[in-house]
């Protein structure tokens, strides 16, 4: 076992990447979400660099199925790979119709685990899953000492002291998935953690940057949906619209990167042309620039970040003509703050603060309570949670558990006052 550094970067700044033969042999966890199709999409663009042992959904198995076809035909050497259902009765469903036969594995959230550690071969772990519930396969997967693609940013957020013990012990690598942290890696290609002064989010901003406090007190769930430059799922998009996505994406930095939340601004960039900067010790201000598309990030982590051919639109300089910059609004998107103050407390406040996120927006999604609420919701909850230090994966799902039954006692009130 390795010890854990001083200054532990997960993300490998200056340290050479683990190297693996081709077929890279890849875990696929939320094969039918947003992340998990375009990553199919990319290995049946690349069937002689990429195969796929394992993959998972929640309970869109029938889409599984569809996209598993898909891969069959595009991919001459096609094996049916390992099957992870986690949600029981789907599984149930999927197990009757005959279609995965002894790929199918077993039951509940186990089955991530198992899809991790059962393949023979495994290279990449691309973690797609949503919310909290991916943090113990990002674990798994460190513990196989693999490359982890990493969307799931709430590993980091629930988990990161553990996810940081797990990958240096067991030789393992973070990659990021996400856009704005995949911007700052094909930054810091080359460099090292100790030339890093800064680094600098871009946000878009979301659909209601120019919307009034008064206004945003009475939005709908469909305008909060409507994001103005990426397509993601729900949750992502709802978080995007009440910038706690960029909240999160601040404290995923900090574990990525190793940088004190000081030294990690967000700056509001409508348009999302430039997906992230790092500033240099030196003054140097790099940035990466792309159309809004999600298979580039994915493709450079798969890859072991390499620039492969991508087809598909390019941006034009000419046709934006200039590139805007705000400051956020920390009034207006009180999550953002939330998240950094959280983020500063450390231990089990930022598993408060996701928590109480995930059930907020849940309870958004289904009509219980309005936009406006998201904020006040977690704002109780973190003041109602003391920050206690978290040394296992049990800690970490009890001090979940905790803020959700929080969260949802005042997602019921609210719910219950309002009706
Ligand atoms: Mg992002």
């Not at 869109?60 to 996209?67: A, K, N, P, S, V």
């Not at 002894?102 to 959230?109: A, P, Q, V």
């Not at 348009?271 to 010790?281: A, N, T």
């Not at 072991?304 to 609004?329: A, M, N, T, Y």
Request: proline share 7%; with cysteine.
């Amino acid at each position: 076992m390795n010890p854990v550094p001083e200054s532990p970067s997960l993300y490998p700044c200056g340290r050479p990447l683990l190297s693996f033969p081709e077929p890279l042999k890849l875990v696929i966890l939320g094969a039918t979400g947003s992340i998990g199709k375009q990553t199919l999409e990319i290995v049946r663009a690349n069937p002689e660099r990429l195969q796929v042992v394992a993959v998972s959904c929640r309970g869109r198995w029938q889409d599984l199925i569809q996209e598993l076809d898909l891969l069959k035909t595009a991919c001459p050497a096609f094996a049916l790979p390992l099957v992870a259902i986690t949600d029981p009765l789907a599984r149930k469903e999927a197990h009757h119709s005959g279609n995965f036969g002894s790929r199918l594995l077993g039951e509940g959230s186990a089955a991530l685990l198992e899809a991790v550690e059962t393949p023979e071969d495994v290279h990449v772990v691309v973690n797609g899953v949503v919310g909290a519930a991916g943090l113990a396969p990002t674990l798994a997967a460190a513990r196989r000492g693999v490359r982890i693609a990493l969307a799931n940013k709430e590993s980091l957020v629930v988990g990161g002291d553990l996810v940081i013990r797990e990958v240096f012990e067991n030789g393992a690598e973070v990659l990021p998935v996400d856009s704005e942290h995949s911007a700052m890696a094909q930054c810091l290609s080359g460099r090292t953690q100790s030339e890093v002064h800064k680094l600098i989010l871009t946000a878009s901003g979301g659909p209601f940057r120019q919307t009034s406090a008064a206004e945003m007190e009475n939005v709908n769930l469909a305008q909060v949906l409507n994001h103005p430059t990426w397509n993601m799922g729900p949750k992502v998009t709802v978080d995007s619209a009440t910038l706690m996505n960029k909240g999160l994406e601040v404290i995923e930095a900090h574990y990525l990167f190793c940088v004190p939340y000081e030294r990690i601004d967000v700056v509001v960039h409508p348009g999302s042309y430039i997906h992230s900067l790092v500033e240099f010790v030196d003054g140097a201000l790099l940035a990466q620039l792309g159309t809004p598309d999600m298979k580039l990030p994915i493709q450079y982590a798969i890859s072991g970040e390499k620039h492969w051919p991508l087809p598909g639109s390019r941006l034009d300089l000419l046709e934006i003509g200039q590139l805007v910059f705000e400051p956020p609004d920390r009034e207006r998107f009180p999550c953002l703050e939330l998240a950094r103050l959280a983020g500063l407390a450390g231990g089990s406040a930022t598993i408060a603060l996701n928590g109480a996120n995930e059930v907020a927006v849940a309870a958004l999604l289904a009509g219980k309570i309005k936009y406006a609420d998201i904020p006040r919701i977690i704002e109780e909850v973190l003041s109602s949670q003391p920050s206690l230090s978290v040394a296992s994966l049990q800690d970490a799902l009890a001090f979940d558990t905790q803020a959700r039954r929080a969260a949802e006692a005042l997602v019921a009130r609210i719910s219950t006052t309002a009706s």
